[in-house]
């Protein structure tokens, strides 16, 4: 077994661990990576050569490449995503659980001798700026050369990492292999008191780009816990007004809610004026941390974007298609004839034919055997880009120190309950309104359509423990905050009885946005409801935008009835948590309740 290393590593346990690792998984040879552009551009060489990658037209789209996953691993696969704690109960309803020792015997059965002929890379990362109190240093091993392209744009990856790392410093060790990406024999473990992560069986980004989802929200969550700070599913974006003051929000959504196209957004023409600018800190994660002055400051811990393709033009979503035409992978979309790609809602004409994401001939008239057009990308197929070629890239990406987090923002998508905006009364009712988020199913998803998903701070799917231990831990880091960010709750989804939207979303959420900023800085009032504070009309800057007065009122009305049922639901989904349930969140339960069984004034 062959190995290569450009800088001596002097940390014995990394070095047993990757010795370890590869006495079990039989690699032909061992490459660490070093992060430099020459082996960046040897490795796509020989991804090439063997089909794993094809390089695109480089004129059109200069250092792009595309790759296609297989048929059956298209995306994350949360059946078999499991949380490995001695103790059930630590992993809570909320996630799969399996034992560390049924975890590491069952995947280490698959991963036996699942190398032999491969090569497995060693490549040293970061999660956030290298020198910050933020950041975390994790290890990913893989014998998938997408893999390693995509953390080298997701992540701080290389020899500056291992310099840093030293002799003695702590790393998350995370293993994966494609194997024979079987579904049948496809695990994503999680060992939060090993702060270890091993998957196998997939070659689909969210599974094995270790970095993201694993590392960054489940095991960093679990850290976070112990350590006193937040991991959350959040995107950071800042506004700058025309006399150059920021103030940075951050913002959970489930999926389907728009996120991206919040973290990116370009002010509307009725507030152009207002000289507003909008800078883009990251589109997905957020590491929260009380200063010493008791304010919360955050970083995104990624240095790349892995968005969803399919309906991202220049007209959702403008600075990504921007950011995307240069040093990009794109993964199962269509590869046009003159070596660019296409996606369903893609800018320009739709391609007379093509090559389709799972490797066929494609036109648009081909139908499947119900009758129903073939797409030729995949619903979740993606772009992986440098954040910093984004136009609204914040110049802050790199600072050590953060940004100030001035407002916290939760949001869902919801027909008739919410209003487009609302505040909490205080921390704790933020938390609460945090902790009963919820989506109604929308067509493109799985499931019945309009029933409600509950998904608190948007985390259901990452919290790498007890989700009722979760909700405390916000609970206390609200203790410990001096300066507290407001919280508001957001829903730009609402619709009249016809089922037409009534706010016009894009880039005209920054109106709400405006309001959230004035909240926190006392420049307006609010009307108190039982819910919360809800904007006066006249509150909301509507210039330029067409909306009648009846559905503005309709947009911030809190309907007594429909919140009386829901306070059922959420109780219903609390009861899941047992006695892990913070008192404090039944108390709000129960004064909402009381609230809206108070009269009108």
């Known amino acids: 077994m062959k190995a290569n290393q450009t800088v001596k590593v002097n940390h014995k346990e990394l070095v047993k661990w990757v010795l370890d690792m590869a006495k079990m998984c039989n690699p032909d040879r061992i490459v660490w990576i070093d992060g430099s552009q020459k082996q960046k551009k040897e490795l796509e060489r020989e991804a090439f050569k063997t089909g794993e990658l094809i390089q695109l037209n480089q004129k059109l789209l200069p250092g792009c490449i595309y790759h296609r996953t297989a048929v059956n691993d298209v995306a994350r696969t949360e059946h078999l995503t499991f949380i490995c704690t001695p103790d059930k109960e630590e992993a809570g309803p909320t996630n799969n659980w399996m034992s560390p020792e049924e975890g590491y015997a069952r995947a280490g059965a698959i991963f036996k001798n699942s190398m032999i002929g491969r090569t497995m890379y060693v490549i040293p990362f970061s999660m956030g700026p290298i020198n910050s109190e933020f950041s975390k240093i994790g290890v990913e091993l893989t014998d998938s050369i997408y893999v390693v392209l995509n953390m080298l744009i997701m992540t701080r990856a290389g020899d500056k990492v291992l310099r840093f790392l030293g002799e003695k410093g702590q790393f998350t060790k995370c293993l994966h292999g494609k194997a024979e990406r079987d579904i049948n024999k496809r695990l994503i473990l999680h060992f939060p008191n090993d702060n270890t992560i091993w998957s196998v069986g997939s070659g689909y980004g969210g599974n094995v780009l270790l970095g993201k989802k694993c590392l960054s929200l489940r095991i960093a969550s679990f850290l976070g816990k112990h350590e006193g700070w937040l991991a959350e599913h959040m995107l950071i974006i800042g506004i700058e007004d025309k006399s150059g003051k920021t103030t940075y929000i951050a913002a959970a959504f489930p999926s389907a809610c728009g996120k991206t196209n919040l973290a990116m957004l370009i002010p509307p023409e009725g507030l152009k004026k207002k000289g507003y600018k909008v800078w883009t800190v990251g589109d997905d994660i957020a590491w929260m941390r009380v200063k010493q ?115 916290l923002v939760f949001g869902g998508r919801r027909a008739r309950l919410a209003p487009l905006i609302y505040e909490s009364f205080n921390w ?174």
């Open 428 to 601: 704790q009712h933020g938390v609460f309104t945090g902790s009963i988020m919820a989506s109604e199913i929308t067509a493109a998803q799985y499931g019945a359509q309009g029933t409600v998903r509950r998904d608190p701070m948007a985390m259901i799917p990452f919290c790498g423990y007890n989700m009722g231990d979760y909700f405390a831990h916000w609970l206390k880091i609200g203790k410990e905050l001096k300066n507290k960010p407001g919280i508001f709750h957001v829903n730009w989804f609402r619709t009249d009885a016809d089922g037409r939207f009534l706010w016009p979303g894009f880039g005209d959420n920054l109106r709400v946005l405006e309001w959230i900023i004035k909240r926190c800085d006392g420049q307006v009032n609010a009307q108190k409801t039982p819910i919360g504070y809800v904007p006066l009309k006249e509150d909301i800057d509507l210039e330029g935008l067409e909306i009648d007065k009846k559905d503005m009122e309709e947009l911030l009305k809190v309907d007594k009835s429909e919140w009386k049922s829901e306070v059922e639901d959420i109780k219903n989904f609390y009861d899941k948590f047992g006695t892990r349930m913070p008192a404090e969140l039944l108390e709000e339960l129960d004064a909402l309740k009381k609230r809206l069984e108070q009269p009108d004034n």
């Open 293 to 407: 002055d008791g304010s919360l400051w955050a970083i995104n811990p990624e240095s790349g974007f892995f968005g969803v393709l399919p309906g991202t033009n220049t007209k959702t979503n403008a600075n990504a298609i921007a950011t995307m035409q240069r040093n990009t992978i794109y993964t199962n979309v269509l590869l046009k004839e003159d070596g660019t790609v296409w996606w369903e809602g893609a800018d320009g004409p739709v391609p007379e034919r093509g090559v389709d994401w799972t490797g066929k001939p494609w036109t648009p008239y081909l139908k499947d055997e119900n009758g129903a057009p073939v797409k030729g990308a995949n619903p979740n197929s993606r772009f992986t880009a440098p954040i910093k070629q984004c136009p609204t890239a914040s110049p802050l990406l790199d600072s050590p120190e953060g940004v100030p987090i001035s407002a």
